[in-house]
């Protein structure tokens, strides 16, 4: 049964959603980022052990308070507008409902972490981001985001430019950056000290290898996956990747980097500069190959050369920093030139791979369908 408003006595319903405007699109871009930006706050501070001894920390007031602000913007939208007559699912512009039953989801969580925190005490390292309320916390990020995406996704009216999809590139970089925080141990950066420095033992050798190995495609697969979905949306605007993954790239760097303030500003610089070119050329190449070779959805063959060759840069030029990076202090990898070769032909076929997924080739009546168009 719709909901319904009285004006004059007289009862109104209105049908269908409220329509999304250029203001409430602003506003969900910019609180998104706040979202995500709170999250790496509280996140930063576990990585350097100074919120380890209680639940109630400034970082955890603002990791908490980012939501408080978009839950509370969505709530109170949702409440104005059923107030109009809107029903209780339609009360949001399309899309948003999902982003609201986020916000619960998050709030169940952080319930149960502050109930888990006293139950079993902070979790430290590694735990604190697979601890079971954390990860309801991870799905409550997600779940808010990706309809914010959803918003965008429905509609035909936004064009392929900054000024329609702006706020659509950051909220995507937004969640590419959830999934890159709970994944952040086995990010590029994290990795580098082992393959330059000598473990003992041929059973640790395997073991890091394996697992520097599998680092590169889960979170080759991250970025490059996320990319080819917007791809099979919309026709991105010129330095939508280099966006993306610079501010990712960047957002990481500064919540890895844990000793910084022991360091000199040029050092800091520097330590960022190798941490991000990578990203930064990857981006370059990959929106210059979209522009140059016009790529958009009907383009599927295409599609899978971009995706390759931004595989074979993710992993080749994150070895080539970290080489660098070893040549400063001294260290130099270990590891065989088999490996070395090896890591950017995985990360090329994890691109081309991850695009026959997204951009899967022609079923059969699909082929016959053209041919007789």
């Given at each position: 049964?719709?909901?319904?408003?009285?004006?004059?006595?007289?009862?109104?319903?209105?049908?269908?959603?409220?329509?999304?405007?250029?203001?409430?699109?602003?506003?969900?871009?910019?609180?998104?980022?706040?979202?995500?930006?709170?999250?790496?706050?509280?996140?930063?501070?576990?990585?350097r052990g100074?919120?380890?001894?209680?639940?109630?920390?400034?970082?955890?007031?603002?990791?908490?308070?980012?939501?408080?602000?978009?839950?509370?913007?969505?709530?109170?939208?949702?409440?104005?507008?059923?107030?109009?007559?809107?029903?209780?699912?339609?009360?949001?512009?399309?899309?948003?409902?999902?982003?609201?039953?986020?916000?619960?989801?998050?709030?169940?969580?952080?319930?149960?972490?502050?109930?888990?925190?006293?139950?079993?005490?902070?979790?430290?390292?590694?735990?604190?981001?697979?601890?079971?309320?954390?990860?309801?916390?991870?799905?409550?990020?997600?779940?808010?985001?990706?309809?914010?995406?959803?918003?965008?996704?429905?509609?035909?009216?936004?064009?392929?430019?900054?000024?329609?999809?702006?706020?659509?590139?950051?909220?995507?970089?937004?969640?590419?950056?959830?999934?890159?925080?709970?994944?952040?141990?086995?990010?590029?950066?994290?990795?580098?000290?082992?393959?330059?420095?000598?473990?003992?033992?041929?059973?640790?050798?395997?073991?890091?290898?394996?697992?520097?190995?599998?680092?590169?495609?889960?979170?080759?697969?991250?970025?490059?996956?996320?990319?080819?979905?917007?791809?099979?949306?919309?026709?991105?605007?010129?330095?939508?990747?280099?966006?993306?993954?610079?501010?990712?790239?960047?957002?990481?760097?500064?919540?890895?980097?844990?000793?910084?303030?022991?360091?000199?500003?040029?050092t800091f610089?520097?330590?960022?500069?190798?941490?991000?070119?990578?990203?930064?050329?990857?981006?370059?190449?990959?929106?210059?190959?979209?522009?140059?070779?016009?790529?958009?959805?009907?383009?599927?063959?295409?599609?899978?050369?971009?995706?390759?060759?931004?595989?074979?840069?993710?992993?080749?030029?994150?070895?080539?920093?970290?080489?660098?990076?070893?040549?400063?202090?001294?260290?130099?990898?270990?590891?065989?030139?088999?490996?070395?070769?090896?890591?950017p032909t995985?990360?090329?076929?994890?691109?081309?791979?991850?695009?026959?997924?997204?951009?899967?080739?022609?079923?059969?009546?699909?082929?016959?369908?053209?041919?007789?168009?």
């Amino acid at each position: 049964m719709a909901s319904a408003s009285t004006i004059n006595n007289q009862t109104v319903s209105v049908d269908g959603y409220p329509p999304h405007t250029r203001t409430l699109d602003l506003l969900m871009g910019v609180l998104s980022f706040v979202l995500m930006a709170g999250l790496f706050i509280d996140g930063w501070a576990h990585n350097r052990g100074i919120v380890d001894e209680s639940f109630f920390t400034p970082y955890h007031a603002v990791m908490y308070g980012s939501y408080a602000l978009f839950g509370f913007t969505l709530v109170g939208m949702h409440y104005r507008n059923v107030g109009k007559g809107h029903r209780f699912m339609k009360a949001l512009p399309q899309g948003y409902m999902l982003s609201l039953i986020g916000v619960f989801i998050f709030a169940i969580g952080g319930l149960g972490d502050m109930l888990w925190h006293i139950a079993f005490g902070i979790e430290d390292g590694i735990e604190a981001l697979y601890s079971p309320t954390h990860l309801i916390l991870a799905i409550g990020y997600c779940t808010v985001l990706v309809g914010v995406l959803m918003s965008a996704w429905v509609r035909q009216d936004l064009k392929s430019n900054w000024h329609d999809l702006g706020w659509v590139l950051l909220t995507a970089t937004c969640l590419l950056s959830i999934f890159t925080f709970f994944t952040q141990h086995l990010h590029f950066v994290t990795n580098f000290e082992g393959i330059l420095s000598q473990p003992i033992g041929s059973d640790n050798q395997e073991a890091l290898t394996t697992a520097v190995l599998s680092s590169y495609i889960i979170v080759t697969s991250l970025m490059i996956g996320l990319v080819l979905l917007l791809i099979k949306r919309w026709r991105l605007p010129s330095g939508a990747i280099t966006f993306i993954f610079t501010l990712n790239s960047l957002l990481m760097g500064l919540m890895l980097i844990l000793d910084f303030d022991s360091m000199d500003f040029v050092t800091f610089l520097l330590l960022m500069l190798l941490m991000t070119a990578p990203t930064l050329i990857t981006g370059i190449i990959g929106d210059v190959m979209i522009w140059r070779m016009k790529i958009s959805h009907n383009t599927p063959k295409l599609i899978r050369v971009v995706a390759t060759v931004m595989g074979v840069l993710l992993g080749g030029l994150y070895l080539s920093a970290i080489a660098i990076l070893g040549v400063i202090d001294g260290g130099s990898f270990w590891w065989e030139i088999h490996t070395l070769a090896g890591i950017p032909t995985l990360t090329g076929l994890t691109g081309f791979l991850l695009s026959i997924l997204v951009f899967p080739p022609q079923m059969p009546h699909e082929l016959v369908d053209t041919d007789y168009s």
